[in-house]
């Protein structure tokens, strides 16, 4: 077993509901992880809050609703990578000795924001270019360099939305068509409105803790073998970069655990846009570059797929992307797949799976945060 | 020597100089940090940037520009404990075995927000209360329980401001009197103007690393003996609580570095308001709960004092508070100190010191984080 362990893991429903507030939904996703853990309020040491767009003092707000004041809270941000970022940050203090069990929550309410979401005041951003901008300028290179096509990108939607229909904590629940995907609205071409993430409001936490204690306590752990953060260079070059913020973080945490891409059998990666679930299979190594398009039309990552099942909660397109969430959300469906806990959208004896989470990384370039996580069941059923 | 040391660091003046901006600021501290520890930008495997008021993204946005984007980049928050709280994660990684050279940076532009600062939505915050109202019910308290004067709370600031004459980097360097202190305009009784810290704008940076690193490369790196996080417990008794996150983190610190009070040389303590060092002297045991004021009275943590001198630097009350920078800015003046480099205002053979932070502490049951670190010069001089 690796130094440090997912004990278990809770999470909202993602959808409309912000005037729940903030306290509401982290409180009831760390109840359900502590309940999934096997752990009270009193058993966790350290807490780390992501949010990207949370004011001063989220955490502390929020989890002494819980029964978590008194203890170390930590608020972290790093864009979309908020809540893989809190979890990275539980496993350096396990690793660290500064504690034995933690835990991550994220957090956002995005759908009272009107209008754009705020963004840095970077030149590129002040050019007007906005999230859906940056994807589609990424996706539009894709055509170009690889021949990646419209319905290509559009069958990441389907697949996800098809996916999402099994799942009752996905913001989206019906299936839509290919034609409905290319049909909707265009929003930033080459990508539709279907194929662009809602804005959601929830929250997702995860009780982590040293393997020791994951060996005292029993339960069902499931091992961290690898984990890494990169940002991106933020130096143009022409062209593409040689190496992305994202092929960093994988080449890292893969190294970490000793696996290869082939034998992963479930990820979660970061399709905030459709482009994005090919772009990121792609730096998972699932397939060779510019070959993601291919890869999802042929049915590979689909239910019963040759390769890893990729984004079986639904994904950030149908599941919904409150930021701060996101990664903490991702990291919950691989556990509940590596404990056979998936019901309908369950990828039979999944025992290695990995997550991807890019934070502001609608170009890859100047990424503020990328996070990849290897998971495995220890003991596999 | 302990597993990690502060090898280098930095700040800009702390002063009114919003227009320069967050970018200029980091990078003034982060290359004076550097050149004190003899390291370049290539160095550093991972940055975390403490910021209590700043946007998504401030980490990334600032480090960029002095070479550290593309790697691993964390914003933390934990309110005026946010610069402290970033080192801590900087120490756990380096603990962790993450990295062996790691950057804190913290940075605040406060002079360009017009009226108080914006604090939560708790029901204290919405009585009315801001944070003078909240340090003066503390001071009023104190005065009640342990006969406190208002001459002593005053003297506070006369120490601070004439320590604070000696240093170029403090935003008031000129001494004022204890009259003047009393007569300046009241704020929040007991509490005058001239025993409130001035809105600041600055940063500060340390560069840390494990101790291995810190033997290879020689230099003279400062030991990190002991540290600690607490949070408020959110719970109100009757009276004062029994142990405030002041005082827990205070033991937890001591019993690492295996310290006691009486062996400090020098301390920086949170003196946003002058009641603030009388209560944070207590807590770190530099006297008996209650006799804060009679030590400060007695000279004891003067310069030449019999205990340790406090707040060298000028403390919050006239260096200046920059939030997120405050921490490490505590930590730079301790480090300045244990390598004999702060000149006039440089305690002679100071080996052992300690700094307390204090975020959104006006009342410690309900603080959003509280750090103390323990600092030694490995070899005395």
Redesign the interface.
Known sequence: MSEVAILGVGMTRFTRQAARGAAALVGEAVREALDHAGLRAADIQ?SFCGS??A????G??TL?NVGL???????????CASGS?AV??A????????CEVALAVGVEILSDIRGPL?T?D?WYFQTGLNLPGWYALKASRHMHEYGVTRAQLAAVAVKNRRLAAENSRAYFQAPVTLDEVLQSRMIADPLTLLQCCPKADGAAAAVLATAAFARRRGGRPIAIRGMA???????FVAGQPSES?GQ?AVLAAYGQADVEPQDLDVVECHDAFSIGEILYTEALGLCAPGRGGELLASGATSPGGRAALVNPSGGLLAKGHPLGATGIAQLAELVWQLRGESAARQRPQARLAAALTMG?GEFEL?A??CTVFVLEQPHPT
Request: with cysteine; charged share 15%; proline share 4%.
């Open positions: 350290a990207a767009l004011t001063a003092g989220a502390q707000q002494k004041a008194g203890r170390p809270i930590i608020n972290v941000e790093n864009a970022t990275l940050e496993c350096a203090w396990l690793r660290a000795g500064l705020p840095t970077d953060l990169t940002s991106g260079t933020a130096v913020a960093r502001a100047d503020n945060a």
